[in-house]
């Protein structure tokens, strides 16, 4: 029947309207989260590209105004560093304290991960839990015990007293111990059908396919060591074994400091980590990502 404007009614209801698209409001908001990680990207590079202009500015301090590109440019006060000052040699102990302490921390962190994820034992949730609680206590609390345990092993102004209380750590055995939680439990019962036992599984199986988080863990422990401070400041006594931390904090005069110079150290000790972060950039990624790490 025609209606009253003189159509005929259909009886078909008419079409929805179309979805919106959910892409369009984000698209919308993209140039302004690019716009802001790019402020605070100049924000947070800022402070190493004023460290690097004054490291080439002689005679700059840092009362006086920032400035992006130094008046007169030169390379002097990183001449002055190793030339009057045994820069070299703490660079040196820094690096291989680093090293060693990173090396240690890999090897006893992933042999406790496998042990907490691949071997149940009696109370093992509460031993773990146990363990992961010591993250919580501050370095100053064991500060002086260590101390004194370190001075009855006759391990003071020794490099074996700044590594060995840093050769464990409670959230490296975390951080792995999650990255082994998520490799497949069928791998390891087809390799122990092949006759494997725990050790082949931790070296050819478990270790190769966490090896995103063993980088993540590698860059922590190198630069939690690379900047330790208070400790090796506390066990350290002679002038030939200090770390560049301490070698930098000694250039810091009471009166005057030679700021150029000063800047040219700092400058060099970002200089390793920055080389490290770069190189496993990609598998820090993977790593975090992977064990659930915000």
């Not at 390379?75 to 045994?86: D, G, I, M, Q, V």
């Not at 890999?106 to 993250?135: D, E, H, K, N, Q």
Request: glycine share 8%.
């Amino acid at each position: 029947m025609p209606d009253q404007s003189g159509l005929k009614l259909s009886g078909r209801p008419s079409p929805a309207p179309p979805p919106a698209n959910p892409r369009r409001g984000r698209s919308a908001w993209k140039p302004i989260l690019i716009l802001a990680v790019v402020l605070g990207a100049l924000v947070m590079f800022f402070p190493f590209l004023w460290t690097l202009v004054t490291s080439v500015s002689p005679g700059a301090g840092l009362t006086d105004r920032p400035k992006l590109i130094p008046d007169n440019p030169s390379w002097s006060a990183y001449l002055e560093l190793f030339r009057n000052t045994s820069f070299a040699r703490v660079t040196l102990n820094s690096l291989g304290l680093a090293a060693v302490t990173t090396g240690l921390q890999l090897i006893t962190s992933s042999m406790a991960a496998y042990v907490f994820s691949r071997m149940p034992f009696p109370g093992r949730g509460a031993v773990f839990a146990g363990y992961l609680a010591t993250i919580m206590v501050p370095m100053q609390v064991l500060m002086v015990p260590l101390f004194v345990q370190m001075r009855d092993l006759h391990l003071v102004d020794n490099y074996l007293g700044v590594v060995l209380p840093g050769m464990a750590s409670a959230f490296g055995v975390f951080l792995l111990r999650q990255a082994m939680n998520s490799v497949p439990r069928e791998l390891d019962e087809a390799a122990r059908i092949d006759g494997a036992g725990h050790l082949r599984i931790f070296g050819r199986i478990v270790l190769p396919l966490v090896g995103p988080s063993l980088a993540t863990l590698t860059v922590f422990s190198f630069m939690s060591s690379w900047n330790a401070f208070l400790w090796p400041l506390v066990i350290l006594r002679s002038p030939q074994l200090k770390t560049l931390p301490l070698a930098l904090a000694s250039m810091q005069g009471q009166y005057t400091t030679q700021w150029d110079v000063m800047m040219a150290g700092s400058v060099i000790s970002i200089l390793p980590m920055l080389a490290i972060y770069l190189f496993a950039q990609k598998y820090v990624i993977q790593g975090v990502a992977s064990t659930g790490i915000k």
